[in-house]
């Protein structure tokens, strides 16, 4: 092995170029399969990073059992990871996918339906075992039985090859079994010709406190390596023709990381401490983790004892003067309702994040849906105005971490975040932005004392903000109506109407505020397409294709939902047809019909899964 | 600035809002409300810096009687909105005034994790064993067969006690009084607001309305020197009008004595100790109740343990002095990233 692991790339691929035949792609979709204990996010997440630092735009997919470790070998326990990668830029992750590595009969079971005809399947033979096999209810091996003669199948035993490559390391069977997804790491970065010597520096770093992992990983990866490229299994190995992608300096990104980053920089550019309240809830937790790590920055993360607490705790930070946070999914969302309706009233400042998930109740954890959004318009008792918005990709997330809390504290109002699990745990590339250009966000706390009423507003409807401490301000604010002016309770009829007017005013005014929205094709025509949150790069492509085809047709695709862009009534106008593409029974529909009156033609989905193009394009072709 | 301390000092007077005060006529929470504005004007802090948050209920109308910063939140959540002000703002002095259903029903949770992590709130427990503002139903701490609108029956829920549940919690203060001892109200509040950590004060208190009487024997001057016993650090457990009976411990049950009978002294009887590290004397001294025993009133338990406010700050200290202050732009172009030329 130790040749194998000092012999450069470079002189791999002149070697390799001799005797094999190399395809230049455009575009190619992988899909990394396996138990979910096998590695596949790992081994997906370091394809993505190796990828993005040769310059090609990608977009993942990590799709993955709500068990944490479910039984080896079953069909629910199937764990998979899909990226899209191209010399183009690219805006999903793919519908069917062109390569399935998969590491167990489990995984091609619930995979091969997805795969395109004639298209590669990367088998680790090791793992078809009797057991395995029946597992999966395949009566005979796939691999043997001539079924895949449509595909072109690579039959590799990654775990034995692991095994051999790694008997000398001292590590338990155990142990060397979970090296085999760096095995097929290694595979796979030679047949897509992308060097391994960064991602054996990633392994050094990321096992730094266990050197005997980290040689054995990298054994494990320049093993498969190497195999890939000695082995005449492979005929033809791959290079992705070279991106024009926009220079600059570049990290791989998931939704909630980004959020969590976006929240931190809405502190730094604010000057206002950060604050999150949350309870661990699938698909949001890593929002919480990141930002746990960050406490040398001004934040302050607290893991409450529920999501009431979450929330309720959130309020407490923002009377304090904190920048309250809290992030959950839809269950939790459905908890914080009550204590979202008393934000409301007492008009403070803070964002609450739901990471979509499916619904109702539990649903689908790990799953992505779109479902929530009447929730966050409408869910709460009495009359009670939230500003919602929502992200459209991964590194969007940032932007609009930021945004929700501009608009939180301009207008002194809660705001909900939309995102979903697709988006939260999904990566692209994110172009870096230059701190020095993101804009401040203006914060007053009022410290006059003199003429100060608690429920006095601003041009903007906002009322003060009066941090506890300050002298002379003492004031009490509470869930009962209040006096419009002093905060006290007040069931004066007339009162309840003008503080139920003013609140709604409030957030309606935030229109003011929004660009005028962006319309991608024709300024008026036959079809427009109008979506919201995750779905952009589906409708995004669909449209694309379907105007090179000649078809009249635009997409507007709207981040702010309530209050929607004071644009958007007369822009609906302009098309004969209007398609709303949603992950739900038809929310937004819901929303813009009530609004504007229009017909609209919905698209909807609830599978757990992401639309492909094809969904969208296929409808498309159906109304113009 | 205007703070009423530079110009002279803080008195009752300072703590009274302009709000009309709307419980009932004799309603055990003025007493109470009275107390808490006698003793902050004494704690040296600024009037700004207290922050007094509540639920629903009676008890709950208390933020709009103080001239202080104020809440008055939702049913139960309390202690959740008071945490999150309080570790935001550890300088402030935050009280949270709660009822037996805002604490131990619909905020149980809130409630035990309050007293758990031993945060720096000062949680007033106004426990008259009825939901008042919903008209008379029973409480998770009135008695067995207690008849109410929703148990014309009687009740066949066991009551749970507020100072066993804060105690079982891992509460490093908690004391019990009565609201017709004004004087000894006063000073648990005392010892509350100079405790670190959550400090847990329960206040038998009367409703006029709904309840009139549950603590008949303990506020009646005839009854209550032989209904209550004073909990005195390093003291013995002696009580009654006559100061002749107290409490012994036979194995691991209470049992009550008169001293000069059958050779007892007070050298047999239970001596407080509310600095035992062990909770066992405290959660002995919850289980005494009327009728059987005399109902402890005192520090059950006062422990010095670090705050979590202060564990918070020492963790976000720790990780500026390991990592340096926080960079937005370090962060951002964290992790592992990459350039395109």
Redesign the interface.
Same mark, same amino acid.
């Given at each position: 092995m130790s040749t194998l692991q000092t012999t450069s790339c470079a002189d791999q691929s002149a070697v390799m170029a001799k005797v094999r035949q190399v395809e230049e792609l455009d575009n190619v979709v992988i899909r990394f399969v396996g138990d979910s204990g096998d590695g596949m996010q790992l081994t997906g997440n370091e394809f993505s990073k190796a990828v993005g630092e040769a310059g090609h735009d990608f977009s993942t997919h990590p799709d993955y059992p709500s068990e944490i470790r479910a039984p080896t070998g079953t069909l629910f326990g199937v764990s998979g990871y899909q990226i899209q990668y191209s010399s183009r830029p690219v805006f999903t992750s793919g519908d069917a996918p062109d390569v399935l590595v998969i590491m167990n009969p489990a995984a091609l079971k619930t995979n091969l339906p997805d795969l395109k005809k004639g298209g590669i399947i990367i088998a680790n033979t090791g793992a078809f075992s009797e057991g395995n096999l029946a597992k999966a209810e395949y009566k005979s091996n796939p691999l043997e039985d001539g079924s895949l003669a449509g595909y072109q199948l690579f039959k590799i035993d990654i775990a034995e090859f692991t095994a051999n490559a790694l008997n000398n390391s001292g590590l338990s069977k155990k142990d060397i079994a979970r090296c085999k997804n760096y095995f097929a790491l290694g595979v796979m970065l030679c047949l897509y010709s992308r060097p391994f010597d960064k991602e054996i520096e990633d392994i050094r770093k990321k096992f730094a406190k266990k050197p005997e992992f980290a040689n054995a990983n990298v054994t494990a990866l320049t093993a498969g390596y190497a195999y890939a490229e000695a082995t005449e299994l492979f005929a033809t190995t791959y290079q992705m023709r070279a991106s024009a992608a926009s220079p600059g300096k570049y990290r791989s990104i998931t939704g909630n990381s980004a959020a969590a980053l976006g929240f931190v920089a809405a502190s730094e550019l604010s000057g206002v401490p950060l604050f999150i309240g949350s309870y661990p809830i699938t698909p949001a937790t890593d929002i919480l983790h990141d930002l746990s790590s960050l406490k040398n920055y001004n934040v302050t993360t607290y893991q409450a004892e529920d999501e009431i607490a979450g929330m309720c705790s959130t309020i407490g930070a923002a009377y304090g003067g904190s920048l309250g946070l809290t992030t959950t999914s839809g269950p939790g969302m459905a908890l914080k309702t009550e204590a979202l309706g008393l934000a409301v009233m007492l008009e403070l400042p803070l964002v609450v994040v739901n990471v979509q998930r499916g619904g109702p109740s539990t649903g689908l954890p790990t799953k992505s849906e779109q479902s929530d959004l009447l929730q966050a318009v409408y869910g709460r008792n009495g009359e009670c105005p939230v500003p919602v918005i929502a992200s459209y990709s991964p590194s969007d997330c940032f932007d609009c971490a930021i945004e929700a809390f501009r608009i939180a504290v301009k207008y002194m109002t809660p705001v909900i975040l939309l995102t979903d699990g697709g988006i939260g745990n999904a990566a692209e590339p994110w172009l870096i932005p230059d701190v020095a250009s993101l804009p401040k966000i203006e914060v007053k706390f009022r410290t006059a004392a003199e003429g100060f009423q608690p429920y006095a507003r601003d041009e903007n409807l906002a009322r003060a903000w009066v941090k506890p401490g300050t002298p002379g301000m003492e004031h009490r604010i509470g869930g009962l109506e209040k006096d419009f002016l002093t905060g006290n309770i007040s069931h004066n009829p007339l009162n309840h109407q003008r503080m139920c007017d003013v609140r709604a005013a409030k957030v309606a005014g935030i229109a003011k505020d929004l660009p005028p929205t962006k319309v991608h094709g024709p300024e008026s025509g036959d079809l427009l397409i109008i979506g919201w949150g995750s779905t952009y790069g589906s409708i995004f492509q669909a449209r694309e294709k379907a105007a090179a085809a000649g078809k009249s047709v635009a997409q507007v695709h709207l981040r702010n939902i309530n209050p929607l862009p004071a644009d958007l009534g007369e822009i609906l106008k302009r098309y004969k047809k209007v398609l709303v593409p949603e992950l739900n029974l038809g929310q937004l529909s819901k929303l813009l019909r009530d609004q504007y009156l229009v017909p609209l033609v919905q698209l909807n989905k609830v599978q757990g899964k992401p639309f492909m193009v094809a969904d969208i394009y296929d409808r498309i072709l159906e109304l113009c | $600035?205007? %703070?009423p301390n530079d110009i002279h000092p803080l008195t009752k007077k300072d703590f009274e %809002?302009d709000?009309d005060v709307r419980w009932c006529p004799g309603c055990g929470d003025y007493s109470v409300l009275a107390q808490v504005q006698k003793i902050l004007p004494t704690l040296g802090i600024?009037? #700004?810096?207290f922050?007094f =948050?509540s639920g =629903?209920g009676c008890s709950s109308r208390f &933020?709009?009687y $103080?001239? @202080?910063?104020? $809440?008055? %939140? =939702?049913h139960g959540?309390a202690p959740?909105?008071? @945490?999150?002000? *309080?570790? %935001?703002?550890p300088?402030?002095s935050v009280w949270v005034v709660t009822g037996d259903g805002d604490a131990l029903a619909i905020g149980g949770?809130?409630f035990i994790?309050a007293m758990r992590r031993n945060i720096g709130l000062k949680i007033i427990l106004l426990n008259n064993r009825i939901y008042g503002l919903t008209k008379g139903q029973y409480s998770p701490t009135s008695e067995m067969g207690k008849r109410t609108k929703s148990t014309p029956m009687g009740s066949i829920d066991r009551p749970f006690s507020p100072v066993a549940l804060a105690l079982g919690a891992g509460a490093t203060f908690v004391a019990r009084s009565v609201d017709s001892d004004v004087k000894h109200v006063a000073s648990m509040l005392e010892r509350a607001a100079a405790h670190k950590g959550t400090a847990f004060v329960e206040i038998l208190q009367n409703c006029v309305v709904f309840n009139d009487d549950a603590y008949g024997a303990l506020s009646n001057k005839a009854t209550r020197a032989d209904a209550g016993v004073f909990l005195e650090h390093g003291k013995p457990l002696v009580f009654g009008k006559d100061r002749n009976k107290g409490i012994k411990l036979s194995g691991w049950s209470p049992e009550l004595v008169t001293l000069g009978e059958n050779a007892v002294s007070e050298a047999d009887l239970v001596v407080h100790d509310e600095k035992a590290a062990n909770g066992g004397l405290a959660f002995f001294l919850s289980q005494l109740e009327n009728p059987q025993f005399p109902v402890p009133l005192g520090v059950f338990r006062d422990l010095e343990e670090p705050a979590y406010e202060e564990l918070?700050k020492a $963790?976000?200290e720790g990780?500026?002095a !390991? *990592? +340096? &202050?926080?960079d937005?732009?370090r962060?951002?172009?964290? +992790? #592992? !990233?990459? !350039? =395109? *030329?």
């Open positions: - | $600035m205007n %703070s %809002s709000q600024a009037r #700004e810096n922050a =948050i =629903i &933020p709009y $103080m001239e @202080t910063y104020g $809440m008055h %939140s =939702i959540r959740a909105i008071a @945490t999150g002000l *309080k570790l %935001s703002r300088e402030l949770n809130h994790h918070n $963790m976000a990780a500026r !390991t *990592k +340096g &202050p926080g937005l732009g962060l951002l172009n964290g +992790g #592992e !990233t990459w !350039t =395109i *030329k």
